[in-house]
C-alpha cells in the first residue's frame, strides 16, 4: 500500500506529548548535573540557608567549627554543612574542598567529617539533638476559659490565688492615693 | 517677583523656622529624674458583675498597690488582686492605669483567669469597668469605687 501524502505526515497522537516529556528530563536532567545545583540540593535537605561564606582562617579556626549537617544523595554522603561560630556563617564544603589556611575535608560520612590539616587530622561529629523543653500544664482548662463574645463561659474559672487578709474597716491606702493624684493635677493645672 | 513666588519662599521661610523650633525643643527640655512610690492597699469596691463569667458574687474588693513616680509622671502600674473575702480565694491582678488632665483614672489590668478588666475614665474614682476575652472580646461588665 502506498501511503498518501496526508497519511505519511500525521504522527501516532503520543508523538508530541513524548517530545516534551524527554525535552523535560533533558533539561532537569542537564540542571540536576550543574555544579549551580548543589546549594539548591542543601537547601532542601538541611533547611538552612548555606550563605556564601567567608574562608576559614586556619587550623587554629577548628575550635569554631561543627559540623551543621551533611547532604546524602543515593545514600552517599555528598556535602557538609560547616558552620564558623567565629563568623557567624555556614559553608558547603565537599570531599576534598580546602577550607583554608590548611584545612582540607578529607571524607564525609553520614554524621561525621574529618578535616585534614598540617598537623593531622581532626574529626567534627553532628550535635545531639537535644530533646524538646518540657512545656507546664496549664492550671486552669482551657474549656473553663471564656472563649468568645456570646458565650462566656464554659464554666466556672478558679480563682488563682488564696484571698488577701481583711484589713480593718477604714484602713487602707486609699486617702494618701488619692491625695498623690491630686496633689499631681494640681501641679499640671498650674 | 512674582506673588507666588513670594508666597512660596514665605511658606519656605514659616516651615523652616518651625523646623528650627522643633529642633530646639529637645535641647530646651531638662531630664526629670524621679523616684518611684508604692501606695499599697488602694481597695476598689468591684459589683454589678456579670453573672455568667463565672466569678463568684463574693469577689467583690479589688486590692492593688500602686507604684509609679507620682510627682512627676501621670502613669503608674498596678498590681494585686480581685478579693473574695468570703470564700478564701481571688483573681490575681495586674496592669497599668494613668490619670488624664481631666481628673479622670484610667486603668486596665490582667486577671490570673486570663480575662482582662478594663476601667477607663473613671470620674471621682468611681465607674464603669468592661470584662474582655483573650482575644479583645467584651465579655461582661462591672462597676467599681474607690472606697473611702
Partial sequence: MTPTPASRTRAPWWVLPAVFAAGLCGALLSRGMAPAAAPAVVAAAGGTAATPAAPIQGPAQADHLSLQGVVVLDGQPLLALLRDASTGTVRVARDGDALGSGLVVRGIEAERVTLAHAGGTLALSMAPVPPPSAVPAPRVPPAAMPQAAGSPSGGAPASDIAALPPLPEGQNGNAAFRAAIEERLAALRR | ?148
Fill in chain 2, 1 to 148: 517677583m512674582s506673588t507666588l513666588s513670594r508666597a512660596l519662599c514665605r511658606t519656605g521661610l514659616n516651615l523652616a523656622i518651625a523646623a528650627g523650633a522643633l529642633g530646639a525643643v529637645p535641647a530646651l527640655q531638662a531630664q526629670v529624674l524621679g523616684s518611684t512610690q508604692t501606695y499599697r492597699d488602694v481597695v476598689f469596691s468591684l459589683s454589678n458583675v456579670t453573672q455568667s463569667l463565672g466569678i463568684p458574687s463574693s469577689c467583690n474588693e479589688i486590692r492593688i498597690d500602686a507604684s509609679g513616680d507620682f510627682a512627676n509622671s501621670t502613669k503608674f502600674t498596678l498590681f494585686g488582686a480581685l478579693n473574695c473575702q468570703t470564700t478564701g480565694t481571688a483573681y490575681s491582678l495586674a496592669g497599668s492605669g494613668y490619670f488624664g488632665f481631666d481628673g479622670t483614672l484610667n486603668m486596665a489590668m490582667i486577671m490570673g483567669n486570663g480575662l482582662a478588666l478594663r476601667c477607663p475614665t473613671l470620674a471621682g474614682y468611681a465607674g464603669n469597668c468592661t470584662f474582655h476575652n483573650s482575644a479583645g472580646v467584651q465579655v461582661g461588665t462591672a462597676t467599681v469605687a474607690l472606697k473611702p
